[in-house]
Nanobody
Framework: QVQLVDSGGGLVQTGGSLRLSCAAS????????MAWFRQAPGKEREFVAA????????RSADSVKGRFTISRDNAKNTVYLQMNSLKPEDTAVYSC????????????????????WGQGTQVTVSS
């Protein structure tokens, strides 16, 4: 069993930055694929970024490439999402997710493959 706790959200102006954190319980963190998804009001949950067990592979959604960076610290059982140059359309609830399956650069964007989810943290970008 894996438990995920998201944190770091808040209110920021357009162009600002935030760093989200997701702390995982359990001793198997370094075997997990980790990802961030987001859900805006009235919209479906969408993929943001994913990272494999040692950070050797990452993937980001086109909408955040060049602005958001996913990283992980296996010694701290934590995955991060550094968000720069934030825009109002980035406003959403951001949730981390974990999966025990192998890395697949296509399937990592599919929310249905993830077994564990954090509770979510609200990010609001004002214009």
């Amino acid at each position: 069993q894996v438990q995920l706790v998201d944190s770091g959200g808040g209110l920021v102006q357009t162009g600002g930055s935030l760093r989200l954190s997701c702390a995982a319980s359990g001793r198997t963190f370094n075997t997990l694929i980790m990802a961030w998804f987001r859900q805006a009001p009235g919209k479906e949950r969408e993929f943001v970024a994913a990272i494999d067990w040692n950070g050797g592979n990452t993937r980001s959604a086109d909408s955040v490439k060049g602005r958001f960076t996913i990283s992980r610290d296996n010694a701290k059982n934590t995955v991060y999402l550094q968000m720069n140059s934030l825009k109002p359309e980035d406003t959403a609830v951001y949730s981390c997710a974990a999966d025990r399956d192998i890395w697949d650069s296509i399937r990592v964007a599919d929310r249905r493959r993830y077994d564990y989810w954090g509770q979510g943290t609200q990010v609001t970008v004002s214009s």
